[in-house]
Structure formats: structure tokens, C-alpha cells
């Protein structure tokens, strides 16, 4: 599995397909659907692009994103996921988008530490991180 992030239009989905050789076929864009229709569409793709926005729709439609993706992680280890930096910036000014961060971000972490850490994409430069450091409680 590969996780890619970085803040948005910096080229991660470009850096994706040129690195690995991605076809627009092969690239499920989860915010153009509902959070139900793209559960259900995942299975046919190796890269979900926009994880952020997928998980702010499934909090809305009531739907565990955490589980949906882990579950489409374990069974797809090739799978290469692209997601927004949503942690820097401006702060929230909601509680729904509060929980969406913080949703985010936890599962960003499950993520890396099965990847074995990230790709950051800055401006198109690419920042291969390793997880280094765990966040498991002892």
C-alpha cells in the first residue's frame, strides 16, 4: 500500500499516475460520489483519490469510514491512497468539520503505519517519509 498526501493542488494525483504508471481507469476521484455509492465502487480500483472528502460525506450519511477503508486496505495491498492535508490552516469553524479532521487524521496514521509510512507531495516534489515513530500505547 502506498499513501500519498500533501495540500491540495500540489500535484499528488499527477505525481501518482507518472510514478506508478496510473491509468485514469484505475483512479476512483471519492468526491464525486455519495459516500454509500463510492463504498461500493471501490472494489474495482487500485487508487482512491480524495480520501478527505470521502470521509466528511460517509460522517454525514452515518457510515464508519474508518472500518469501509480498512477493510478495502486489507484486501487491496497494491492500493495507493491520496488524500488532502487537512491539518494545517485555517481552524475549523464547525464541530462537523472539527470531527472530520480529526477522523481524518486518525485513520491517515492506521494507514501509514500499514504502509510503513508516506509519500508528501510539495509543489510536485515527492518526500518519501518512513513511519518511524509508533503511536501505540504500550
Same mark, same amino acid.
Given at each position: ?6 495540500? %491540495?493542488?500540489?500535484?499528488? #494525483? ?26 461500493? #465502487? ?13 470521509? %466528511? /460525506? ?12 480498512? /477493510? ?41 503505519? %500499514? ?12 518526500? /518519501? ?5 509508533? #503511536?501505540?500505547?504500550?
Amino acid at each position: 500500500m502506498t499513501i500519498v498526501t500533501g495540500g %491540495r493542488y500540489n500535484g499528488k #494525483l499527477e505525481y501518482v499516475t507518472n510514478e506508478y504508471g496510473i491509468e485514469d481507469r484505475e483512479v476512483l476521484d471519492m468526491a464525486e460520489h455519495e459516500a454509500a455509492v463510492t463504498a461500493d #465502487l471501490m472494489e474495482g480500483y487500485r487508487v482512491l483519490y480524495h480520501l478527505e472528502s470521502y470521509i %466528511r /460525506k460517509a460522517q454525514s450519511e452515518g457510515i464508519d469510514a474508518e472500518d469501509v477503508i480498512m /477493510k478495502y486496505a486489507n484486501g487491496h495491498p497494491d492500493c495507493i491512497i491520496i488524500c488532502d492535508e487537512v491539518g494545517c490552516g485555517i481552524v475549523p469553524m464547525s464541530k462537523e468539520e472539527e470531527d472530520a479532521r480529526e477522523k481524518t487524521g486518525r485513520i491517515m496514521c492506521a494507514l501509514a503505519r %500499514r504502509a510503513g509510512g508516506i509519500v508528501r507531495v510539495i509543489c510536485g516534489s515527492a518526500e /518519501k517519509i518512513p513511519f518511524a515513530v509508533s #503511536l501505540d500505547k504500550a
